[in-house]
Nanobody
Framework: QVQLVESGGGLVQAGGSLRLSCAAS????????IGWFRQDPGKERELVAA???????NYADFAKGRFTISRDNVKNTVNLQMNSLKPEDTAVYCC?????????????WGQGTQVTVSS
């Protein structure tokens, strides 16, 4: 069973930074491409960034230049460093296995982690 656990969200002022972490089992981490998605109430869920097992990345246009996705092969985590945050980045951020380059593979989602950016 695939299990992914998100952490690292919080409240930050515009222009600030947050680092999100998606923890996976060793098997899940080693065989899958993994991505970060976000959803704000009333809006559709959208891809933020994804990373392949080999390290190739894919970013949404709004994330390019501000966010960086990475894999930690020791801790089995996929991390999302978010800089220059804007109020419109406020959302619940979730991770999921990705059908490359942007389709979430699992129909169910975890609780995610709330990111709130104040103006």
């Amino acid at each position: 069973q695939v299990q992914l656990v998100e952490s690292g969200g919080g409240l930050v002022q515009a222009g600030g930074s947050l680092r999100l972490s998606c923890a996976a089992s060793r098997t899940t981490f080693s065989i899958n491409d993994i991505g970060w998605f976000r959803q704000d109430p009333g809006k559709e869920r959208e891809l933020v960034a994804a990373i392949r097992r080999g390290g190739a990345t894919n970013y949404a246009d709004f994330a390019k230049g501000r966010f960086t996705i990475s894999r930690d092969n020791v801790k089995n985590t996929v991390n999302l460093q978010m800089n220059s945050l804007k109020p419109e980045d406020t959302a619940v951020y979730c991770c999921n296995v990705v059908l490359w380059p942007r389709v979430p593979a699992r129909p169910t989602w975890g609780q995610g982690t709330q990111v709130t950016v104040s103006s």
